[in-house]
C-alpha cells in the first residue's frame, strides 16, 4: 500500500476529472523481469542470483539492457572469497564458511570440513548488498535453503539498522530434512517485505541450514519460474529512503521542489519509508505528489513549491490540494510562520506564498506548505 497526497495549480475543471488525472498518474512500476506470475511495485534494478552447482559458484547481477557483473566464488571453507565486483558481504558472528552447495558459519571445530557451510543453532549468516549493489534495495527475493536434522530458521530483514520484515522456517516434521539428502532436504523460501531492505540476517533457532544457489535443482518460485532458474534470487530496486530530519528535494524542468520530514507528532518511533515525490502535468494541470510508502499518520512535513512561470494576472490561480476526492483549494495555516498549524480539520496548509515577475508577461509563484500525515490512501 502507497499512501501519498497532492498539491496542484489547475484551471477550475470539474474534481471527478481531475482526482481521476491524479490517481492515474501515479504509477505502480512493473519490473521488467515479471510476468503475471511475479510483479514488483518498485521500479526494476535487476536481479541478483546466486547460483551454485558445485564447479561454477558465483553472485551474478543482471539487468536488462546491461552488462551481467558477476562476482565469482573462491578462496577455502573457512576463507570464502568473492572476486570483484565485490555485490554482497557475507558476515556473522564468526566467519562466513562454504561448504558443499551452501554458505554457512566457520568454526575451529568445522574447520576444512563440509559443516562449514551450515549455520548451526545460535549462529547466524548477514548478507549484505555491498560495491556498485550498495545503494539498491531487495524488494522481493527466492531463497534456496538446505534443512539439516529439522530446526527453525528465523529469518530478519533490514534497511540499514532498521528492521523491516521477519520470517521463519520449521523443518522438524519433514521426513527429509537431513544432511544431504539432495533437492528433498532443501525448501524455496520467498521473502516479500512490506518495506525494501538490503541486509538479511539467517539465524539457526534449532537445527542446522545453508544457504544454496540451486545446485540440489530445488522447485523455483514464481520469480525464479521467469527466470527459468532454480538459483536464490533477489529482485533489486532503487528507491528513495527518508527518515525524521532528513530532506528530499527535486528539480525537474521548471519546478523546484523541497519536502522536509520533521519529527512525528507522538511518541511513535521514526523509521526510514520509502518517500515518493513525483511531478506530474495532466490535461494542462500542473501538480506535484508526495508521501510515505506504508504512510505514517504522524508524520509532519514542511514542504516547498517554485512553480513554473505563468501568465500574470489579479487575483493569481490559487492552488489546490488534493487528499483523494477530489482537489480543493488549500487554506492558509493557522499559527505563526516559526509554529504553524493546521486548521480545523485539514492536514496540509499553506505558510507562505511569493510571486515575482519573470518577463513576457509572467510571474513565478513559490509557496511553503506544513502538513501531517498521508491523508490519501490507494492500493
Known sequence: MRQTNGVVRPLRIAAAVVATAIIASVVLFEGSQATSAYSSPFPDEGVLHLHIDGTSNYFEWQKDGQIPQRSGLGGTRCAPTLSAPPLVALSGGKSAGFGDLGFGICTRANDGSSAAGRIDPGESLTLTLAGGLAAKEVTYAELDIEAKFGGVLAVKMYHNTTQVGSDSIDTSEAPDSSPDNGATDNIRLVLQPDMPFNKLVL?????????????????????????????????????????????????????????????????????????????????????????????????????????????????????????????????????????????????????????????????????????????????
Do not use: M
Not at 336 to 350: F, I, N, V, Y
Open 203 to 379: 539465524t539457526a533457532v534449532s537445527g542446522a541450514f545453508s544457504l544454496d544457489g540451486g545446485g540440489d535443482g530445488t522447485e523455483p518460485g514464481p520469480l525464479g519460474d521467469d527466470l527459468l532458474t532454480n538459483d536464490s534470487v533477489f529482485q533489486l530496486t532503487d528507491i528513495d529512503f527518508l527518515s525524521c530530519g532528513e530532506t528530499a528535494p527535486l528539480t525537474e524542468g521548471s519546478y523546484q521542489i523541497s519536502y522536509t520530514r520533521g519529527n512525528n507528532v507522538s511518541t511513535t518511533p521514526c523509521t526510514d519509508k520509502v518517500f515518493v515525490l513525483d511531478v506530474t502535468t495532466v490535461g494542462g494541470n500542473q501538480g506535484v505528489q508526495f508521501g510515505l510508502w506504508g504512510g505514517d499518520p504522524d508524520a509532519t512535513f514542511t514542504g516547498s513549491i517554485t512553480w513554473p512561470p505563468e501568465p500574470a494576472a489579479i487575483p493569481l490561480r490559487w492552488t489546490q490540494i488534493d487528499f483523494g476526492d477530489g482537489p480543493q483549494d488549500i487554506e492558509w495555516c493557522g499559527g505563526t510562520l516559526a509554529a504553524p498549524s493546521l486548521p480545523l480539520g485539514e492536514q496540509w496548509c499553506l505558510v507562505t506564498h511569493h510571486a515575482e515577475i519573470v518577463g513576457g508577461g509572467q510571474v513565478r509563484v513559490t509557496e511553503t506548505y506544513y502538513g501531517q500525515g498521508d491523508p490519501f490512501t490507494w492500493h
